[in-house]
T-cell receptor, first 114, second 113 residues
Framework: SQTIHQWPATLVQPVGSPLSLECTVEGTSNPNLYWYRQAAGRGLQLLFYSIGIDQISSEVPQNLSASRPQDRQFILSSKKLLLSDSGFYLC?????????????FGSGTQLSVL | KQEVTQIPAALSVPEGENLVLNCSFTDSAIYNLQWFRQDPGKGLTSLLLIQSSQREQTSGRLNASLDKSSGRSTLYIAASQPGDSATYLCAVPTTSGTYKYIFGTGTRLKVLA
């Protein structure tokens, strides 16, 4: 069966520090991968999505970046965090079989930038 | 541009009631619609995926219906329990060939014991 791992669960970082959040998927190959951010009391904002290695699309201009060093690994990074980067970050995956694939989420990372 | 709306934003019901959660979308050319559950501080759990060619899907006490022509989906929860308390979100994929999903802002459900 497929599983998705996301870590860390909680992170407190000072403004201006770097960030690295990691997500891995097991039990499938060539998944579509996503990073979402959920601000308190607001909906999910799609940050990045990837349909394959070296195929990453950014949805929102910001100081965040994403990389996919391996087929089932997706990393969200920042060189210098801003206060506005605080939020709940969620990694997700779906199969590459088309539009009728379910979307599965990791357990999330609560990031507080102070 | 597809927009997804969920009303009401919050709902409280006594245990045992049957209830309906609503999801509206502006572009009826959707491939499917998914319903998710999110517990506080947790990730989203997929509940049901209803394809555009289907009118409803059932899983246990949950039943999701889809009316593409009117741009609406409903999630019916039978005999609600306190354990059903969570935020329920719906999402549709865009039709632009990019496999992106657009989410509603959710309905926060509280089932009172």
């Amino acid at each position: 069966s497929q599983t998705i791992h996301q870590w860390p669960a909680t992170l407190v970082q000072p403004v201006g520090s770097p960030l690295s959040l990691e997500c891995t998927v097991e039990g499938t190959s060539n998944p579509n991968l996503y990073w979402y951010r959920q601000a308190a009391g607001r909906g999910l904002q799609l940050l990045f999505y990837s349909i394959g290695i070296d195929q990453i699309s950014s949805e929102v201009p910001q100081n965040l970046s994403a990389s996919r060093p391996q087929d089932r690994q997706f990393i969200l990074s920042s060189k210098k965090l801003l206060l506005s980067d605080s939020g709940f970050y969620l990694c997700a995956w779906s199969g590459s079989g088309g539009y009728n694939e379910k979307l599965f989420f990791g357990s999330g990372t609560q990031l507080s930038v102070l | 541009k597809q927009e997804v709306t969920q009303i009401p934003a919050a709902l409280s019901v006594p245990e045992g009631e049957n209830l309906v959660l609503n999801c509206s979308f502006t572009d009826s050319a959707i491939y499917n619609l998914q319903w998710f559950r999110q517990d506080p501080g947790k990730g989203l759990t997929s509940l049901l995926l209803i394809q555009s060619s289907q009118r409803e899907q059932t899983s246990g006490r949950l039943n999701a219906s889809l009316d593409k022509s009117s741009g609406r989906s409903t999630l019916y929860i039978a005999a609600s329990q306190p354990g059903d308390s969570a935020t329920y979100l719906c999402a549709v994929p865009t039709t632009s060939g990019t496999y992106k999903y657009i989410f509603g802002t959710g309905t926060r459900l509280k089932v009172l014991a």
